[in-house]
C-alpha cells in the first residue's frame, strides 16, 4: 500500500519502458499542453471522482484515432497520482477504452485506418453549450473561420475556429478539429476526405443550425444564422477547387496560367468572386491571408530564379541584398532535400531563407536594384523584370489594398 507521504511516481506504474505511461509522465513533467481542443469537459461523462476535479476548461482532445488522446489520460493520471489512488495499469486503460467509447457515441465519431471524420452538427452543438456555460447566454448567431493545413507529420486537418464568443480569445486551444487524415495535401485527398464537413458547413450557411436545449424542464430549439469564413492560404484554396481555378484576383485559369510568363501578356485584374457549383454558400467569405500569400509568391519566385544562377551570380545578388537594413544578415540555404542526393556532384541547390513581412516589402520594391546591378541580361532579363512588376502590381493593388484603404480611413479620424 502506498502510505500519505508517499508520492507516486512513473516507476511505481511503469514496468514497460515504452509504454504509454512513461510518455505521459514525460508530457506531464514538461507541461506540454499545446493540443488541439476537440471538445469542451466531459465532466459528467468521465468517472465520478473525475467530476469534481475537472476544470470548467478541461477538454477531450485526440492527435490520432485514440479519441481520448494523451492529454486528457494526463489529467486522469495526474488525478491518481496527486490522490495517491492506487490504480493499475489496466484498470486505467479500461477507462480510457470507456471514454473513448462515449466520446465516438456523441460525435458520430467514424474513422479508418487512414482518417478520422467528426460530424460537424454534433461537434457545433458541444461548442454552443460550451459558450452557453462561459458567457451564460445563447450566441444570436455562429460565425466560424474555416481552415485547413498540412502538418509536419503528414497529416492534414480540417478544423474551424469561433470567432464571435469568447473563445476566440484563445484560438490555439479553441481550434476544433473536424476531419484529419495521413497523406499529402493535394486536390484528390481535399476533396475525398473533407467532402462531409464542406458539405455541412455549406448547408448550415443556407439553412442555419438548430441548436436544442432546455429551459425550466421544457425543450426548445432555435435556429442560429451561420457565417462561415473560408481563412486557408491560396495553396489550400487551389487544392479545394476544380482545375478550372488558378487565382482569385485575375482571368487566370488551369488552360491558360503558362501565358502570364509571358512579356506582352495582359491580365484583367479584377478581385473576383469565388464561386464553386459543390460549396456554393461555404465560399462566399473567402479571407486570404495576404502576408502569408506575399511571403508564398516572394519566396517560391526568388527560388525559382536562383535554379537558373551560378554560385558567384548567387553571391553578387547576396552582396547586394545585405546593402539594406532589414536583409543584413541574408544568407541562401542548401536545399535539404537535396543535400544527400547530390552529395557526390559539384552542383548543390540553394534555396532563400525564411523572410518577414518588411523583407518580403523590401525585396519587391527594390529587385530591379538587386538583380540589375548584381547580374547581367543574360540571367535577369526583361521578362524577370515584367514578372516581378506582376506580381509587385498583383500584392500592392488589389491584395492589400483593402488594408491600405482601412488604414488611410482610420489616419483621417485621427
Request: hydrophobic fraction near 40%; aromatic fraction near 12%.
Amino acid at each position: 500500500m502506498i502510505t500519505q507521504n508517499q508520492k507516486l511516481t512513473s516507476d511505481r506504474l511503469v514496468t514497460d519502458s515504452d509504454s504509454l505511461y512513461k510518455r505521459i509522465d514525460s508530457y506531464v513533467s514538461k507541461g506540454h499542453t499545446n493540443y488541439t481542443r476537440l471538445a469542451h469537459h466531459f465532466q459528467t461523462l468521465a468517472s465520478p471522482e473525475l467530476q469534481d476535479n475537472l476544470s470548467p476548461e478541461g477538454a477531450v482532445y485526440f492527435t490520432d484515432t485514440r479519441l481520448m488522446s494523451d492529454h486528457f489520460f494526463c489529467e486522469h493520471y495526474q488525478y491518481h497520482a496527486l490522490n495517491f489512488i492506487v490504480c493499475t495499469k489496466e484498470k486505467l486503460k479500461e477507462q480510457r477504452d470507456e471514454m473513448n467509447e462515449l466520446v465516438q457515441q456523441i460525435f458520430h465519431m467514424s474513422h479508418d485506418n487512414n482518417s478520422l471524420h467528426v460530424d460537424v452538427s454534433c461537434l457545433l452543438h458541444e461548442v454552443v453549450d460550451l459558450i452557453v456555460k462561459l458567457e451564460g447566454k445563447i450566441p444570436e448567431k455562429l460565425e466560424l473561420k474555416s481552415f485547413w493545413d498540412g502538418r509536419s507529420t503528414n497529416e492534414v486537418i480540417h478544423a474551424f475556429v469561433i470567432l464571435n464568443s469568447i473563445l476566440s480569445t484563445q484560438c490555439r486551444y479553441n481550434a476544433f478539429i473536424t476531419d484529419m487524415y495521413k497523406g499529402q495535401e493535394i486536390h484528390k485527398n481535399v476533396s475525398k476526405y473533407f467532402d462531409i464537413s464542406f458539405s455541412i458547413l455549406n448547408d448550415l450557411v443556407e439553412h442555419g443550425f438548430i441548436y436544442t436545449f432546455e429551459e425550466n424542464g421544457v425543450k426548445k430549439s432555435i435556429t442560429l444564422p451561420v457565417t462561415v469564413y473560408i481563412c486557408a492560404d491560396l495553396s489550400a484554396l487551389w487544392k479545394l477547387c476544380d482545375e478550372t481555378f488558378v487565382c482569385p484576383y485575375c482571368d487566370c485559369t488551369h488552360e491558360n496560367y503558362n501565358t502570364i510568363f509571358e512579356y506582352n501578356h495582359s491580365l484583367d485584374f479584377n478581385c473576383r468572386n469565388i464561386i464553386l457549383e459543390k460549396y456554393p454558400k461555404l465560399m462566399e467569405h473567402v479571407v486570404i491571408d495576404v502576408l502569408y500569400a506575399k511571403l508564398r509568391i516572394v519566396g517560391n519566385w526568388l527560388a525559382k530564379l536562383m535554379l537558373k544562377l551560378c554560385p558567384d551570380e548567387l553571391e553578387a545578388v547576396k552582396d547586394v541584398i545585405r546593402q539594406f537594413p532589414s536583409l543584413s544578415k541574408f544568407e541562401f540555404k542548401e536545399k535539404p532535400f537535396y543535400k544527400q542526393q547530390l552529395a557526390m556532384e559539384a552542383n548543390k541547390v540553394y534555396q532563400p531563407p525564411y523572410l518577414n513581412g518588411k523583407q518580403a516589402d523590401t525585396l519587391l520594391l527594390n529587385f530591379e536594384k538587386i538583380f540589375l546591378e548584381a547580374l547581367n541580361k543574360s540571367s535577369f532579363d526583361s521578362q524577370d523584370v515584367a514578372i516581378w512588376s506582376m506580381f509587385r502590381y498583383i500584392i500592392y493593388g488589389y491584395m492589400e489594398a483593402l488594408r491600405n484603404y482601412l488604414q488611410s480611413k482610420i489616419l483621417r479620424k485621427i
